[in-house]
């Protein structure tokens, strides 16, 4: 019995029965879809079925609950008949059983049950529950609720030298490093304009503020004095200082993007073409690694495109005497190198620094810490290697490993007793990450156990992934679960699509990530759906904007196709084939395409988009611009994906109806979630970091997704450093759970047969022996 009704595998659907173990495994979720509309009725009374697709049950048909047994009867009774059938009609063939009525056998497992992980070491309480008798400050903070383990005392004690405080996650580095603070004012008397508190961004900055006011011993204009900021916050005070007119606040870039695309324009890169948020990522990296635009060493096109932008960009702070936020790190650098009073000066004022997330420094910001650290070297950092997944910004891990290397009398203390997170995922994230090659070791004890084990599902592609987790997600939130204790994690924003579909048919309150783009409005989306879309509005000069861009067709042409559309009294799409001064092969392309276009409409999605792909030209935009983007988002998975989403839908109306929908509600959604905070996160591991969720999904578990391609790539060519952070990316998502933890592992991924990430394959053999 399924709870909501009578479960079964029988049902009818045009007047023809369907029975679920002989349907194609990859309609599964489409007949779900056809059930939401109450398209799917019983063999027996004809009531309508709904389809159960959940993690933890195996798929079914529901029939809602009846006194009358004789539905149930007669279902029970067709469906060993068909099964009977089924035994009889199959023959044997190179060792297999094929069924006779079916020509091709389906080899993908109907379904499998979740894999629970459940080769867990036995918890045993830790040495942390047994601590001594304290007294002096301890004792303080104890009364006033601030509990340190012996190793975060520790580190609240040294007082004097380098320390590494090397902090696991959900160790409570940012308690230790705001204690070792107070301790040091209140009982190592030192004044806190001696001191200095950096981290990476304003938020963990307010925090620090915050979190100084509740230690006992610091007066409110001691906390007030103390200076906490963030490492720009810190360099752009001592620039000022230094020369307050040439850093002067009226000439900060605070978003470089715009004179990126007004010198880019002038170079030809097209902004619905060209990444310039990328590009703008790129440039700072080179920037963080101190490499001039005459230096840098491309590896791709878009590396080549970035770099002349470089070049030109630069170009222009200098000659308008205008500067962006990696200036003010590489300024402060230089002026500290060339001025020694200046250096001296805050050396004395820095006597002691306390450095948080060292393990996302960059070059540069290391360079600027070892100058001010000296002579005193009285400088504690806090960090983790195991959680550098900033790479793409210029964080480098080398500099936290190498600490001790450069502060050879440097004390290094583990803070390794996790406060966060139940036992079984502590291990389970453990196994994962001890397979990196390169990494200080640590392990993670947890403080408490629980019986609810992390484990693997296996939905069929995105879509069942989607589903699965929306439907668990109903039942968490039916058992009183606050939705703002439940996070979906994936390792980049296109692996949201089928999500963001799902919820949007929902009244499930849920918030994305600030800047989060919707899949559908995506530069190359759009082009590949103005195939589809023109043939439904001919007159669309939006659509046809976007069809040109798919063609190559420079935009002028538009202002043409208007006149035509005008003198000629006929549509957009019909005055195609009239553009003039085209090359020969485009022009003949575009006799037929208003033909085409039409045509398409009565195909299915997956029909439209395959013939747009062979016969209209969208290969050779996907072969040309389907590469654009970083290493990470290309539009080529993007299209991968529309083509996942294209299998849900009958006919190419409905399917862009579905498109228009998702972006209205997508965009209600990000102003909804402004005045609804508490609301299912759905967050990329990135933006994740820092975080915690009682209960925690994780998306795309295959190879190629996470790691994701760029990292299996390099790994290919002999470089495993990508791949060592794609490990850590996954660490860190399995550290953000505090109950809970679900890893999805698709057995399809962008439309082809996907293998499970490594990541998890140790913990699947453990578990399955």
Known sequence: MHPKGVSMNTALYLNEPLYLP?????????????????????????????????IHQKPSFIHPPSGDNRCREQVEAFEQARQAESQTAATTAHGFRLPQRRAVLNTTPAWKAPLVLSNVAPFTVPASAKQMAMEGYREQLTKAGLTLD??????????????????????????????????????????????????????????????????????????????????????????????????????????????????????????????????????????????????????????????????????????????????????????????????????????????????????????????????????CVVGDDDQSIYRFRGSDPRFIRSFTAHYPEAKTIHLVENYRSSHPIIA????????????????????????????????????????????EIKRLIGKGICPSEIAVLYRTSTSARALVDRLVDTTLPFSLEQGFACFYERPFVRRALSFLRIGRNEESPYVMAELLKALFIKQEHLDQLLHIQKTERCSLLEAIPFLTELPAF?????????????????????????????????????KKQGQEGNKFEKGSDDFNQLKVAATQFETVESFLIHIDHVIAKQQECQTFQTRHPKSIQLLTIHR??????????????????????????????????????????????????????????????????????????????????
Request: aromatic share 10%; charged share 25%.
């Open 22 to 54: 002989e349907l194609d495994r990859g309609k599964w979720h489409t007949f779900y879809r056809l059930s939401k509309k109450g398209l799917l009725h019983c063999i027996h009374c004809g009531a309508p079925l709904s389809m159960s697709f959940s």
């Open 428 to 471: 389970s994230a453990n196994r994962v990450i001890a397979e990196n090659r390169t990494r200080l070791e640590k392990t993670l004890v947890a403080q408490h156990t629980s019986d609810q084990l992390p484990y693997l599902f296996f939905p069929y592609n995105e879509e069942e992934e989607a589903t699965m987790i929306v439907e």
């Open 150 to 379: 012996d190793a975060q005392w520790k580190a609240v004690k040294h007082i004097d030298g380098p320390l590494l405080l090397l902090a696991g996650a959900g160790c409570g580095k940012t308690r230790v490093l705001t204690a070792r603070a107070a301790y040091m004012i209140s009982e190592a008397n030192i004044h806190p304009n001696k001191m200095a508190l950096v981290t990476f961004t304003a938020k963990a900055a307010q925090e620090m503020r915050e979190r100084m006011t509740e230690y006992p011993g610091i007066e409110p204009t001691f906390a007030q004095s103390l200076l906490i900021r963030t490492f720009h916050s810190l360099f752009y005070t001592m620039l000022v200082h230094a020369d307050p007119n040439k850093w002067h606040g009226s000439k900060l870039i605070k978003s470089g993007q715009e004179l990126l695309k007004t010198q880019g324009r002038a170079l030809g890169l097209d902004e619905s073409e060209f990444p310039y948020d990328q590009a703008a990522t790129q440039i700072s990296w080179w920037k963080n690694h101190m490499i001039a635009p005459k230096h840098v060493e491309t590896t791709d096109t878009f590396e080549e495109k970035a770099a002349l932008l470089y070049e030109h960009y630069e170009k222009a702070l200098r000659e308008t005497g205008r500067f962006d936020f990696d200036d003010m790190q590489l300024g402060c650098l230089y002026v500290l190198q060339e001025n020694n009073r200046l250096l001296q000066r805050y050396q004395e004022r820095f006597a002691y620094l306390l450095i948080d997330e060292f393990q996302d420094i960059n070059p540069v910001q290391f360079e600027i810490v070892k100058l001010l650290a000296m002579p005193q070297r009285n400088i």
């Open 688 to 769: 994740s970091k820092g975080l915690e969720f009682s209960h925690v999904f994780i998306v795309g578990a295959v190879e190629g997704s996470l790691p994701h391609d760029y990292a299996l790539d390099a790994w290919r060519e002999g470089d495993d450093g990508p791949l060592q952070e794609e490990r850590r990316l996954m660490y860190v998502a399995m550290t953000r759970a505090k109950k809970e933890l679900a890893i999805s592992v698709p057995v399809h991924y962008r439309g082809k047969r996907a293998h499970p990430t490594r990541f998890v394959r140790s913990l699947m053999n453990r578990s399955q022996n």
């Open 586 to 622: 485009q022009a003949k392309k575009l006799k037929t395409l208003p033909a085409d276009c039409r045509r398409m409409q009565k195909m299915n999605p997956s029909e439209a988009l395959a013939f747009a792909e062979a016969r209209l030209g969208l290969n050779e935009t996907i």
